[in-house]
């Protein structure tokens, strides 16, 4: 969406990763301006899914985009409404995805409601509007709530890739050949 948004180009997130753009435009937006369906309503599991979200952001985007008279790649009047909304639906989606994990978790005796800990980390957990709303969450249904502070709380594809350093340099876990290897798209 940040990108979509062209956030980069806007004054106060031109240094900015997308996601950081996003939470602090949206601090100062109306989320109410622009009403974003829930993803994945019809289905009744803890799968997180963004795409059908994505698509709808996108409509909207190119229909304001016609309305302004603009070209995409520049500014919107609205980017904080936009930011907002859109913030607003992940942290729900997420919130949503993330209670129907705790019930399955507790009514199939995987945790002990007693002692229940939600742990939030990766990038996610830097978002200040979505980790609010998960301690909320965590505290409505009795949970611990555990989270690295922001600076720690950064993508997971770095934490990967800083896994796979460590194995290699210490050779665990390492194929030093691919043959009889079948890779597959999806």
Known sequence: VAR????????ECHS??????????????????????LPMQQYRNCDFSF????????KAITQKEKEEGIQEGELLSCVKDIAAAVQHV???????RTYRAMLFCIKNSILSPKN???????GV???QYIRKGLQTLAN?????????????CTDNGVMIAWNGIERLRAGVGVLHSTDGIRYEPK
Do not use: C
């Open 4 to 11: 979509r948004l062209s956030l980069i180009k806007h004054p």
């Open 16 to 37: 900015m990763a997308g996601g950081k753009a996003i939470e602090h435009l949206a601090q100062t937006g109306n989320r109410q301006h622009y009403m974003f369906r």
């Open 51 to 58: 795409s059908g979200l994505q698509n709808l952001v996108n």
């Open 90 to 96: 992940v942290a729900a989606h997420i919130i949503q």
């Open 116 to 122: 229940a800990t939600l742990v939030v980390s990766g």
């Open 125 to 127: 957990a830097s978002n």
């Open 140 to 152: 409505a249904n009795d949970f611990a709530f555990l989270s690295p502070p922001p600076r720690l």
